[in-house]
């Protein structure tokens, strides 16, 4: 049964907690089933209540009230520690995921199951201390009216069980529903990161913005709308349903029992009473079951991506072999290719390589090519971003593996041509950034603008050119033995292309830095070392600038 997996993860994850949280809810159930059988006797008793009865009332009310007092008191510290848990889970999974695993999945996926699926699953995990306290009281109840009327009761339990047939039946469909509203909520999340990113874009053209609006927002959001719709007339249908056979049960009690089985008026009095004292916490459960079946569904998804990204591994993060060596890193990719997946419609899949290339320590080295021809590939094959389809690439001489892969990215410092500028410099040493930080600012004349305090810029806020050159301080401040620059100078005026070619790239070589940059500024290669040209993922031409 899939609603038995969220209790699953809730056990799994309790710590204990939630076994308090469930004991709580039960003994608050057990408190008003008792204060029930109670109030009935004392109701059907035709002589004064003794004062005994009086104080049980008592007791048995404020041991209600303080468990529930108890149950609701633990509930924000679990729901949030558990939801806390499982959000830093997820975040460590996806940066460990493979790139193009997560680049196939889609960023409007992952984003909806990193909020949305999230607060689903917290709702449904508040739900539980509740529906726990309701049960209890369910089946306290129905044990106090076994204990009235055994043949009354097993009648009650046939229609009961199958008025919850249908019941769970309307449930089935209405769980389906939920699934393709889950789904498209996460289409239409991937349209609002489009607007946001595109937002400038869409601005200046009134009929792209329209066509995205109407055919892509409206078409989605409709779409979600519908199954939304359709789930909770589902509930409604379930819930008109579950409303008539409990008044067909209490008609059954009134005007069936007395001629078929004779019950005497206590017995008569209790059933009602009790099925009328019942009516509060089973409309109460009705209404928790929608909010635990989209806490299931978000489950399923959490664990859906959580399987995805188990399933093809994290890097190691420790490889002595390729790291931890004294001699500056030499990189050579022996016959490496890359084939990304194939697409409907699309024939023969790009791909990069076989390529043969070495790359030595205080080298610069041009990258050029057109587009499409596997500049960008190239980048995030070399940079272990990309697990190669066939090949290999050696550090030293030591071929890398998935053991060493995550070590191997730490030699690189990237600024991707769609780089995204962090504000807080994180895993920068402290000492590094109070003695070269104001350097490399006033280098690239950014220290007008930008200083850094507390181990974080103090703006980003900036223009795209000097985002860029922010980036390259970051490069600088990280000081890794490989330097990889995608296309840096594009936005950059004319000074600063000069400045960026001219003395900083040689800068950076004369400090025994491997040095790549893509980039189309051919009146710039007589600087480099080698010029590698890309065409069709292959590579068309390397030509040797300076004497190897």
Same mark, same amino acid.
């Given at each position: 049964? =899939?609603?038995?997996?969220?209790?699953?993860?809730?056990?799994?994850?309790? #710590?204990?907690?939630?076994?308090?949280?469930?004991?709580?809810?039960?003994?608050?159930?057990?408190?008003?089933?008792?204060?029930?059988?109670?109030?009935?006797?004392?109701?059907?008793?035709?002589?004064?209540?003794?004062?005994?009865?009086?104080? @049980?009332?008592?007791?048995?009310?404020?041991?209600?009230?303080?468990?529930?007092?108890?149950?609701?008191? /633990?509930? *924000?510290?679990?729901?949030?520690?558990?939801?806390?848990?499982?959000?830093?889970?997820?975040?460590?999974?996806?940066?460990?995921?493979?790139? #193009?695993?997560?680049?196939?999945?889609?960023?409007?996926?992952?984003?909806?199951?990193?909020?949305?699926?999230?607060?689903?699953?917290?709702?449904?995990?508040?739900?539980?201390?509740?529906?726990?306290?309701?049960?209890?009281?369910?089946?306290?109840?129905?044990?106090?009216? @076994?204990?009235?009327?055994?043949?009354? !009761? @097993?009648?009650?339990? /046939?229609?009961?069980?199958?008025?919850?047939?249908?019941? $769970?039946?309307?449930?089935?469909?209405?769980?389906?529903?939920?699934?393709?509203?889950?789904?498209?909520?996460?289409?239409?999340?991937? &349209?609002?990161?489009?607007?946001?990113?595109?937002?400038?874009?869409?601005?200046?053209?009134?009929?792209?913005?329209?066509?995205?609006?109407?055919?892509?927002?409206?078409?989605?959001?409709?779409?979600?709308?519908?199954?939304?719709?359709?789930?909770?007339? =589902?509930?409604?249908?379930?819930?008109?349903?579950?409303?008539? %056979?409990? &008044?067909?049960?209490?008609?059954?009690?009134?005007?069936?029992?007395?001629?078929?089985?004779?019950?005497?008026?206590?017995?008569?009095? +209790? $059933?009602?009473?009790?099925?009328?004292?019942? /009516?509060?916490?089973?409309?109460?459960?009705? +209404?928790?079951?929608?909010?635990?079946?989209?806490?299931?569904?978000?489950?399923? *998804?959490?664990?859906?991506?959580?399987?995805?990204?188990?399933?093809?591994?994290?890097?190691? %993060?420790?490889?002595?072999?390729?790291?931890?060596?004294?001699?500056?890193?030499? %990189?050579?990719?022996? *016959?490496?290719?890359?084939? $990304?997946?194939?697409?409907?419609?699309?024939? @023969?899949? !790009?791909?990069?390589?076989?390529?043969?290339?070495?790359?030595?320590?205080?080298?610069?080295?041009?990258?050029?090519?057109?587009?499409?021809?596997?500049?960008?590939?190239?980048?995030?094959?070399?940079? +272990?971003?990309?697990?190669?389809?066939?090949?290999?690439?050696?550090?030293?001489?030591?071929?890398?593996?998935? *053991?060493?892969?995550?070590?191997? =990215?730490?030699?690189?410092?990237?600024?991707?041509?769609?780089? &995204?500028?962090?504000?807080?410099? &994180?895993?920068?040493?402290?000492?590094?950034?109070?003695?070269?930080?104001?350097? $490399?600012?006033?280098?690239?004349?950014?220290?007008?603008?930008?200083?850094?305090?507390?181990?974080?810029?103090?703006?980003?806020?900036?223009?795209?050119?000097?985002?860029?050159?922010?980036?390259?301080?970051?490069?600088?401040?990280?000081?890794?033995?490989?330097?990889?620059?995608?296309?840096?100078?594009?936005?950059?005026?004319?000074?600063?292309?000069?400045?960026?070619?001219?003395?900083?790239?040689?800068?950076?070589?004369?400090? +025994?830095?491997?040095?790549?940059?893509?980039?189309?500024?051919?009146?710039?290669?007589? %600087?480099?070392?080698?010029?590698?040209?890309?065409?069709?993922?292959?590579?068309?031409?390397?030509?040797?600038?300076?004497?190897?």
């Amino acid at each position: 049964m =899939r609603s038995w997996r969220l209790f699953g993860f809730l056990l799994q994850h309790a #710590r204990g907690t939630l076994w308090w949280l469930v004991g709580a809810g039960l003994a608050a159930g057990v408190f008003s089933a008792a204060l029930l059988a109670l109030i009935n006797r004392t109701l059907a008793s035709q002589a004064q209540p003794a004062w005994w009865l009086a104080i @049980a009332f008592i007791a048995l009310a404020l041991g209600k009230i303080v468990a529930s007092f108890g149950a609701q008191l /633990m509930l *924000a510290r679990f729901t949030q520690g558990t939801i806390l848990e499982l959000s830093l889970t997820l975040a460590r999974k996806v940066l460990d995921a493979p790139l #193009r695993m997560l680049e196939r999945r889609g960023p409007g996926h992952i984003l909806t199951t990193l909020t949305d699926d999230v607060s689903a699953l917290a709702w449904a995990v508040q739900c539980i201390p509740q529906l726990a306290m309701n049960i209890a009281i369910v089946i306290g109840c129905g044990l106090y009216l @076994a204990w009235l009327s055994p043949p009354l !009761f @097993a009648a009650v339990v /046939m229609v009961t069980v199958a008025g919850t047939a249908v019941y $769970y039946w309307q449930h089935t469909r209405a769980f389906r529903v939920i699934h393709r509203a889950r789904d498209e909520r996460a289409t239409l999340n991937g &349209h609002f990161r489009s607007l946001t990113q595109g937002l400038k874009e869409l601005m200046l053209h009134a009929g792209r913005r329209d066509a995205f609006l109407r055919d892509d927002v409206r078409a989605a959001a409709q779409a979600f709308r519908r199954s939304n719709l359709g789930a909770t007339s =589902r509930y409604a249908m379930a819930e008109a349903w579950t409303q008539l %056979l409990y &008044h067909a049960l209490i008609a059954l009690v009134l005007f069936g029992a007395p001629l078929a089985v004779a019950p005497t008026p206590e017995v008569l009095t +209790g $059933y009602v009473f009790a099925m009328l004292y019942l /009516m509060s916490p089973v409309w109460s459960i009705i +209404g928790t079951v929608p909010t635990v079946a989209r806490g299931q569904v978000a489950l399923q *998804a959490i664990e859906r991506l959580g399987v995805e990204l188990d399933s093809h591994g994290a890097s190691a %993060l420790v490889a002595e072999s390729v790291t931890s060596t004294a001699r500056p890193p030499a %990189l050579a990719l022996r *016959a490496v290719s890359f084939q $990304y997946e194939a697409e409907p419609g699309v024939s @023969a899949p !790009f791909q990069l390589g076989p390529l043969d290339i070495e790359l030595r320590p205080g080298e610069l080295v041009f990258v050029a090519g057109g587009n499409g021809s596997g500049k960008s590939t190239l980048v995030k094959v070399l940079c +272990g971003l990309y697990t190669p389809s066939s090949g290999r690439i050696e550090v030293n001489g030591v071929a890398l593996d998935d *053991a060493t892969r995550g070590a191997y =990215r730490e030699l690189f410092s990237v600024v991707f041509s769609d780089f &995204h500028l962090f504000r807080a410099l &994180h895993g920068i040493e402290p000492e590094r950034l109070q003695r070269e930080a104001a350097h $490399y600012l006033r280098q690239l004349q950014l220290e007008a603008k930008v200083s850094v305090r507390d181990g974080a810029y103090s703006t980003i806020d900036l223009s795209q050119g000097q985002r860029k050159r922010l980036a390259l301080v970051t490069a600088y401040l990280e000081d890794r033995p490989i330097v990889v620059f995608d296309e840096w100078a594009a936005d950059q005026d004319p000074e600063y292309k000069r400045i960026f070619y001219a003395r900083l790239l040689p800068e950076l070589r004369e400090r +025994g830095k491997t040095v790549i940059v893509i980039t189309h500024d051919d009146r710039y290669f007589h %600087l480099g070392d080698r010029v590698l040209k890309l065409e069709d993922g292959r590579i068309a031409a390397a030509e040797a600038l300076q004497p190897a």
